[in-house]
């Protein structure tokens, strides 16, 4: 059995074995075998520069750690450190010991920490423009499909369909952007060579106890599983109504009912976004009230930082699964529209007259009055009826039941025209 790192001041090598079981941290710390060997190659070319190591004795510590034989982990590894100098001492000899000259394991993890976020960020920032991307090929593809937009769940006023995906796209765009930040404040300091907490950088005691760039991304996950859960919410009304339909692969059966097709996979993006929330709040409890520089608290950091990267990862994929093979069906997105959605657009026909838009809104109301009391439509009003609540009314009037005009008269940027749609799509082209 290897010797601790730490073994020296202790009589006995025995170490209670509920202690040994809730200090290790191996099973986890061992994604960042990668960025241990990266931050301890650069810490061995810095100890030969500070005059600590000669150059032979450089080149052999850095040949031995970046030898690409099976890393096999044994027993006695407490952490990804450990172990990594175990395996270097194995290999090049007494010479190993001298790499930990001035250094901590509490330096180290930072560092290897936020080398690992910084390189997990481009493949997450890549499945997330995957995502929006495919978002807007999509809703070119459906830009003429119209349906009714919802406010408190109840039908509001026309939209494209495509006007409801990229509105999904553009928060995830957001994400996007956010995520760009937090990488950047990630990398924005180095904490190597701040030692156990007396060392050399900016300032060695923060530099040790920085957790906050696991607290933002853990926030940034949340935020973005967040978004994700709202449009998982959508699909799944979207889904009841029959605007939408699963593609292939993308449902599973009850054990019950023979003729059933969920939509699971949805529902578990949508609770993930609940889980993130918990992880996020992990984070800052455990940073909550620590005292100054390294705790033992914060190698629970990875548990935390890992599953949310993990969680959150694949929730993107399975949306982006979901948003590939997703079956519009336009026919039931027109059939679910009614003219009462046009209520507001009657509003504004009345305020093309000149009539105040207050005013106006308050003739509609009656107007929708009246249909209600009728059991009708409110296109089904007659003009001589509608005369009667608002003089202002002519035969005009006509116009106004075309859910088609209806979304193009929003023409300005942002808007459901079709012009202002195809602007947002070529604005996502973009990015
Ligand atoms: N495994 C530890 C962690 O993940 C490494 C740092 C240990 N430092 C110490 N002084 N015991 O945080």
Not at 108 to 134: E, F, G, M
Not at 259 to 286: I, Q, W
Not at 310 to 330: G, H, P, W
Request: hydrophobic content about 40%; aromatic content about 6%.
């Amino acid at each position: 059995k290897e010797e601790r790192l730490w073994g020296g001041r202790f009589d006995s090598g025995k170490v209670h074995e509920c202690l040994e079981k809730i200090n290790k941290s191996i099973d986890i710390d061992q994604r960042l075998h990668k960025q241990d060997i990266e931050a301890s190659v650069a810490y061995a070319n810095g100890l030969r520069d500070a005059g600590i190591l000669t150059k032979d004795e450089t080149e052999l510590i850095i040949s031995g750690l970046e030898q690409e034989s099976t890393f096999e982990l044994i027993e006695s590894d407490e952490d990804i450190h450990t172990a990594v100098e175990r395996r270097l001492r194995r290999l090049v000899g007494p010479a190993a010991g001298k790499l930990h000259t001035g250094r901590s394991r509490n330096d180290q993890v930072a560092t290897d920490t936020k080398l690992w976020l910084s390189d997990a960020c481009k493949p997450l920032a890549d499945n997330l423009v995957h995502l929006i991307k495919r978002m807007a090929e999509r809703a070119e593809q459906e830009v003429d499909v119209l349906m009714p937009g919802y406010t408190h769940l109840q039908k509001a006023q026309p939209v494209r369909w495509s006007q409801w995906i990229l509105s999904h796209a553009w928060a995830l765009d957001a994400d996007r952007l956010r995520l760009t930040q937090v990488a950047e404040r990630t990398m924005s300091q180095c904490p190597l060579g701040s030692g156990a907490l007396a060392g050399i950088t900016h300032n060695s005691m923060h530099s040790v106890a920085d957790r906050d760039f696991v607290a933002e991304f853990t926030f940034w996950c949340a935020l973005t599983g967040v978004h994700l859960s709202r449009l998982a919410e959508d699909l799944l009304l979207h889904c009841s109504i029959g605007f939408v339909q699963m593609g292939p692969g993308l449902s599973t059966g009850s054990s019950l009912m023979p003729h059933k097709s969920n939509p699971d996979g949805v529902e578990l993006v949508r609770a993930k976004g609940a889980t993130l929330t918990g992880m996020c709040t992990s984070m800052l409890a455990l940073l909550k009230g620590l005292p100054s520089t390294y705790n033992k608290d914060l190698q629970l950091d990875k548990s935390i930082l890992f599953q949310a990267y993990d969680d959150l990862n694949l929730a993107l994929e399975l949306t982006f699964a979901v948003i590939d093979t997703l079956r519009v069906n336009s026919k039931k997105c027109v059939d679910e529209l009614e003219p009462s959605m046009l209520a507001t657009d009657l509003a504004y026909y009345l305020v093309h007259k000149g009539v105040p838009f207050r005013e106006a809104h308050h003739k509609v109301g009656e107007v929708v009055k009246l249909a209600e009391k009728k059991g009708i439509e409110i296109s089904g009003v007659t003009l001589k009826e509608l005369q009667e609540i608002c003089v202002e009314f002519d035969e005009n009037v006509q116009k106004v039941w075309s859910f088609e005009s209806s979304v193009e008269q929003y023409q300005a940027y942002g808007g459901t025209s079709k012009a202002s749609v195809t602007k947002q799509i070529n604005a996502i082209k973009q990015i």
